[in-house]
């Protein structure tokens, strides 16, 4: 089981670890390395699929399958890894499912040195980062200090603009909400300063959650379990340094 930080994405290899319903906060790529999987997502009926692209804040659940899985997270502002997690073959209800390069994804993550550069080249195809300056400045100060106050107020007389408009151009631009994408740069604050060896309750702080209750309902929400539940797991954690250049 291993597990890639990285400022724009994090990357899962490992089990499927039975999580219960959850919403990510940012898109997220599904593939199941040595098997299909069962999903239900949005409402759907449930469909039985090799890959699938998780929308951001749509609750979903991995419900069937056996084996290794692959997760791709991928932060929608980040200028170095902007992403379309596109080519999906098929697509239902607003999901897609089937990636088209299935098959070296497959193989890529299955190796036991796991070539990250090349992973991400297969799952996504790079696309222009948020239109607006404006937004992609807002989400760079988050992340760049996500444990600081972030208030949709400030944020939004900061990009000079009213606030109602702001939140529907942030959530327009990225696919997430100001509020959860604040969140995920949280929680990858806490992937790091767990890696760096601190305990969840320093890490909590230093992200900005008010308490490890905070940051284990946050968690539990976007994930499916609990950061105690993962660390029980024993994960080998990576922080992946090219990311810190956004």
Known sequence: ???WVRLGHVVYV???LGLGPHATAVACLGVGLDAPFTVRAGGL???TVRSFLFRAR??????GGTGRMLFCFFDPTSARMARCLGGMRRTAGGFGSDHHREADLIGLAGRDDVDLERLLAAASIPVATARDPRIARVAARIRDDPARPQRAEAAAREAGLS????????SGQTGTS???????????????????GHDFTRAAADAGFASPSHLSGAFRGMFGLTPSALA???????????GRVP
């Open 1 to 3: 089981m291993r597990l």
């Open 232 to 242: 029980a797991l024993g994960p080998e954690v990576v922080l992946d340094e090219p």
């Open 178 to 196: 100001f509020r959860r994408y604040v969140q995920w740069a949280r929680i990858l604050r806490v992937a790091e300063a767990y890696a760096a």
């Open 14 to 16: 490992g089990p499927a």
């Open 163 to 170: 606030r109602s408009h702001f939140l529907r151009t942030f």
């Open 58 to 63: 749509v609750r979903h659940e991995v419900v």
């Open 45 to 47: 009926p449930e469909r």
